[in-house]
């Protein structure tokens, strides 16, 4: 009779701080979506925000203390044992999941915001037409986001965090789909690791990269393995990562070295197989790098002197690697380590020039990037015509340059023969609020993602770090 009564007496409660609406929590109240746990409280009272979904698979609704309730539904389907599995339509912030219920006599509706009332809106223009969807990911911004051609988003993630300066690099990072060579789907994200915050410097991000499944459930946490000069569980750095399957895949990171009685952010390249480190390399085995530093960054790079930050594998096996202080791309064998061909875009006299590169790639036997155009202040998507095997280049080509100016950051990713733009950190562009573009082979933008307020003083700070299509 104690533990009945009990049981009657605690419903009561619940339902009284639920139907009251009062500024003390309703701790009892917890209940899951997608394996998310939330809580019911007197700041939130009748509407709860979502931090993540997806409305490519139902959302599981679940509510462990459903003994409580006579009568539990989501957007009108009844739960059985506490659990619901409901369509979701649309991800919006006037867009909600409804969950009703009956205590004891007493009626409740609790809303499920399905987009967090803080994640900045963005609005698109157009309609793309090239296969994949849109990946995002934020400078400033715990957020990740994926859209489809007419710009609805298909999922995100986010985590609410202070912003007090744009020096806080504690954003989630490169945000990207792969498929295995295993055949099966994979995403993955790169996040700070709060241990290691103290090494964080401008343009550095030390933590570590989360594995996703085909439906976003968390696989694993990816840091460095143990090497020489390295311990176990160093923090990547965010920058890049190239996916083979869950057991072999290539790290980049920063790490600190001396050379010389002088302190140097090294960069360094880990690849694993297994759990094994396979190959690594440090920039600070191979001093002529020093040489090529672009005279735009000498006052600023300081200590952070190539500023390594993207990594591909070449058709023949070995890497290419993007180092924005020098405003240099390298080939670098996959098993000796050796630099073998350089293509520096600050030299004069060169029929191409590009300062401050960022996601080179090799495309259809030639070489892409995202030219930042540093010092110059003009941004451009450029392609060189590159002989594999000794670097030389044949020829040139703007993609897109149409006077916006990105300082830092940005992606050029390419579906059939449209070319896509993710427009990364603004410089002196106005309006500064784009976020990537999708053109056709003609050149012709056909839709553009940008945040909703041209003029807005925030862009900055809302800064994409990565936008790509996959």
């Known amino acids: 009779m104690k533990n009945r009564a009990a049981i009657w007496l605690a419903g009561a409660v619940l339902t009284l701080l639920i139907s009251a609406c009062e500024d003390f929590p309703i701790n009892q109240f917890q209940f899951t979506v997608n394996g998310v746990s939330y809580t019911a409280d007197g700041t939130v009272c009748d509407t709860v925000d979502l931090v993540t979904l997806s409305t490519e698979f139902d959302a599981t609704v679940r509510v462990p203390s459903y003994a409580l309730f006579s009568q539990l539904s989501v957007n009108g389907v009844p739960m059985k044992h506490g659990k619901a599995t409901v369509p979701v339509e649309r991800i919006a912030k006037d867009a909600f999941l409804t969950l009703e219920w009956t205590s004891f006599g007493e009626s409740g509706t609790l809303l499920l915001r399905t987009l967090h009332s803080e994640v900045p809106e963005a609005e698109s223009t157009g309609t793309a037409t090239a296969p ?42 490169d945000f990207k789909k ?82 010389d009685g002088e302190t140097l952010h090294a960069a360094y390249l880990q690849e694993v197989r297994h759990g094994r480190v396979v190959f690594d390399w440090w920039s600070t085995d191979y001093p002529e790098l020093t040489a090529l530093q672009d005279p735009v960054f000498a006052e600023s790079a300081g200590a952070d002197y190539v500023h390594f930050n993207s990594v591909d594998v070449l058709p023949d096996g070995h890497l290419l690697c993007s180092f924005r202080h020098l405003s240099t791309v390298a080939k670098i064998h996959r098993q000796t380590g050796e630099i073998l061909w350089t293509i520096c875009g600050w030299k004069p006299g060169q029929d191409f020039d590009f300062h401050g590169q960022h996601y080179a790639r090799w495309h259809d036997s030639g070489l892409t990037f995202f030219n930042n ?98």
Not at 140 to 148: G, S, V
């Open 132 to 173: 994949g969807d849109f990946y995002l990911s934020f400078v400033y911004l715990r957020l990740i986001e994926k859209y489809d051609n007419e710009g609805r988003l298909l999922f995100y993630r986010f985590e609410p965090h202070a912003l007090s300066s744009a020096t806080d690099n504690t954003g989630w990072w």
């Open 373 to 470: 155009g540093n010092g110059t202040n003009a941004t451009t998507l450029l392609r060189l015509e590159v002989d594999l095997q000794t670097g030389v280049v044949s020829g040139s080509r703007k993609l897109m340059d149409d006077d916006y100016f990105a300082k830092a950051c940005g992606a050029l990713t390419f579906s059939g023969d449209h070319i896509i733009a993710g427009w990364g950190i603004p410089g002196n562009a106005d309006p500064s609020n784009r976020l990537v573009t999708e053109a056709d082979a003609s050149g012709n933008v056909i839709f553009s993602l940008h945040w909703k307020d041209p003029a807005s003083p925030y862009n900055s700070i809302l800064a994409s770090y990565r936008c790509a299509k996959y």
């Open 178 to 259: 792969h498929v295995g060579d295993d055949g099966k789907t994979y995403y993955s994200y790169h996040a700070l690791d709060p241990k290691y915050e103290s090494w964080v410097f401008a343009g550095h991000n030390p933590g570590v990269r989360i594995l996703l499944d085909e439906h976003y459930n968390k696989l694993a946490e990816i840091r460095l393995e143990s090497a020489k000069h390295v311990r176990m569980g160093y923090p990547p750095d965010g920058h890049d990562f190239y996916f083979f399957n869950p057991r072999h895949y290539i790290l980049m990171s920063y790490l600190d070295r001396e050379v």
